[in-house]
């Protein structure tokens, strides 16, 4: 790979990073605005719909442009991301006009305009990192990326919880409930407006900053052909649209857990926000583990012995840095750390993921179908059984979803050629999962308890095993590669 490409990536990440901090916040939202507005689990899965939503519908738009003209062939990766940067930024500002006037329909508005400018930045980055290098090692780039952004995943929970629902919490004017109460978090503090305020005007500024680097950084060129002609063709891809109901199903499940997460701790454990927090970080967590590990797994550069070693001193160094965060947050809001022995499961689940990645080898579509088996499996032991850690059947899932977004994504678009930013477009619709299945699930989870919604993310991945197996295979023919000058 050459400097200039690697250093490309190496920006990026930071940018995946970013926007995973910012999408896991959505989990803390829920439970933070469910209790200041006396949410019911449907109303309060409304601030997924909005957000994820936002994917489906600015995604379309861009759809319908690219069928004329593909708006990246005009303006580029570079200024689409730039693009993406700021609309997030005046998104993360709304946050304190919505806080002041309490008012959830336009903190639903700012997650909105939030996930437009999330949209733009999946539909340039994710191709950007696939095209930067060989197609070959494409999902090892991706997964790699997506690596940083599951870092992102990982200490929102315990940083964002931390400024949530206990540092600035302590300034402002407690929050008011209907009947003039003051609003209590499960630990007794109380919930102020400044609580949300603040957070997301410091993510405001990171936005803006990450776009001024961008703007002054030489990125390469990607050159491809002018417009689209005959853009329906792109319909045509069977792999692709397979692929759109993959990524669907995938964010959708993926998103649904997360955020059921506390809600289901506090239900099935009795577990305060703040303790539940520490696990779902976990969750997300295990996310990071894959994906760092798929980046290795699907690398046809390493041996395999070099592999496993490697992946086995990753996955340990990441579960001992993860343990460490979640203590020192623990250690500041309460003056106790959990123990280690409180994590020993999640070790086990752990070994299994290494032993699917060695069965895997270096295939994308075998990963997929063997992680969608897994959580297949660890979904119907919620279901169906009851032991004492059976939380952690859930919270092991991020280990198996790793690898999905990544593979479903690098499939997906193989042999797309020129089509390759309007079929990103497609499978960034699909990202409307994330909208839709959480409300089915907050749906299901008032009326037959939280439990049991877990129905929605398995039947899911029931598809994703599918496509893992039979669905990737390309039955269109291949077009003209993207050239990449240096």
Not at 226 to 236: A, L, V
Not at 287 to 302: C, E, P, T, W
């Amino acid at each position: 790979m050459k400097t200039k490409q690697r250093q490309a990536i190496v920006i990026l990440t930071s940018l995946f990073f970013m926007w995973g901090f910012i999408t896991c916040m959505n989990d803390i939202l829920i439970p933070y605005l469910k209790k200041i507005f006396e949410l019911s689990y449907f109303q309060a899965m409304l601030v997924q719909f909005a957000f994820f939503g936002a994917y489906f519908i600015g995604s379309l738009f861009y759809l319908l442009i690219s069928l004329w003209k593909d708006p990246i062939s005009v303006i580029g990766y570079k200024n689409g991301i730039i693009l993406g940067l700021l609309v997030s930024a005046v998104a993360c500002l709304m946050f304190y006009p919505a806080s002041q006037m309490h008012s959830y329909p336009v903190f639903l508005s700012a997650l909105f305009v939030l996930g437009i400018g999330f949209t733009l930045l999946q539909i340039t980055a994710n191709p950007f990192v696939a095209i930067l290098g060989s197609e070959e090692t494409a999902s090892s780039r991706l997964n790699l990326a997506q690596g940083f952004n599951s870092l992102g995943t990982t200490i929102a929970p315990i940083i964002g919880g931390y400024f949530i629902f206990h540092f600035f919490n302590k300034w402002g004017t407690a929050i008011l409930n209907s009947k003039g109460e003051k609003i209590l978090a499960d630990s007794g503090d109380v919930i102020t407006a400044l609580g949300i305020q603040i957070p997301y005007l410091i993510f405001a500024g990171i936005f803006v900053l990450i776009a001024i680097v961008f703007y002054f950084s030489k990125l390469p060129e990607i050159k491809q052909e002018e417009g689209t002609q005959d853009g329906f063709r792109i319909f045509k891809y069977r792999h692709l649209m397979l692929g759109f109901v993959a990524i669907f199903m995938y964010v959708g499940a993926e998103v649904s857990i997360g955020s059921m997460i506390i809600n289901y701790l506090g239900e099935t454990m009795g577990m305060a926000e703040m303790d539940a927090k520490s696990f779902l970080a976990f969750y997300w967590g295990g996310a990071m583990i894959g994906r760092f590990l798929g980046a290795i797994s699907l690398n046809d550069k390493y041996s395999k012995k070099k592999k496993m070693i490697s992946m086995s001193l990753i996955s340990g160094l990441i579960f001992v840095f993860i343990f460490i965060i979640v203590g020192i947050e623990g250690f500041m809001s309460n003056g106790v750390s959990m123990p280690i022995s409180t994590f020993l499961p999640f070790l086990g689940f752990m070994l299994i993921n290494l032993f699917l990645f060695y069965l895997a080898k270096s295939s994308p579509s075998k990963a997929l179908m063997l992680f969608a088996m897994a959580n297949i499996a660890l979904l119907s032991a919620t279901l169906f059984f009851d032991f004492s850690w059976i939380m952690w059947c859930v919270i092991s899932i991020g280990l198996f979803n790793s690898i999905m977004w990544s593979n479903i994504f690098t499939l997906a678009i193989k042999d797309l050629g020129k089509f390759t930013a309007q079929g990103s477009s497609i499978l960034i619709m699909a990202i409307l999962g994330g909208a839709l299945l959480p409300l089915l699930q907050g749906y299901l989870a008032d009326i037959i308890g939280v439990v049991h919604s877990f129905i929605v993310p398995l039947i899911a991945y029931l598809y994703l095993l599918y496509y893992g197996a039979i669905g990737y295979k390309v039955k269109a023919p291949s077009n003209k590669k993207l050239i990449l000058n240096s």
